[in-house]
Nanobody
Framework: QVRLVQSGGGIVQPGRAHRLSCQNI????????LAWFRRIPGGEREFVAG????????KYADSVKGRFTISRDDALKTVYLHMESLKPEDTAIYYC???????????????WGEGTLVIVSS
């Protein structure tokens, strides 16, 4: 099965950039698309960004569009979330996830990472 190990959480100053990583140490991905979700304090888990297996098409939530970039390195079995111009409202637990679909809508995911906390504060 897929097993996702996350890294990169921490405290970041507003306006700065930061990068999260998520490595699959389980089975190799085969037509699996990847995504990042987040849960803000007191809120529900919400979609942030996704990247498809087919052609690496990306999709972003309006709240992060233009600031966050999702990418994948299949050789390293890793997905990244590069975050720029961070705001205090970006403070959340960030989760990576996998869905067995080449062209997903990210409404349902098959595997989840444990999450990592990012705090945006001065």
């Amino acid at each position: 099965q897929v097993r996702l190990v996350q890294s990169g959480g921490g405290i970041v100053q507003p306006g700065r950039a930061h990068r999260l990583s998520c490595q699959n140490i389980g089975r190799d991905l085969d037509r699996d698309s990847l995504a990042w979700f987040r849960r803000i304090p007191g809120g529900e888990r919400e979609f942030v960004a996704g990247i498809s297996w087919l052609l690496g098409a990306t999709k972003y939530a309006d709240s992060v569009k233009g600031r966050f970039t999702i990418s994948r390195d299949d050789a390293l079995k890793t997905v990244y979330l590069h975050m720029e111009s961070l705001k205090p409202e970006d403070t959340a637990i960030y989760y990576c996830a996998v869905v067995y679909s080449a062209t997903p809508d990210y409404r349902q995911m098959d595997y989840w990472g444990e999450g990592t906390l990012v705090i945006v504060s001065s």
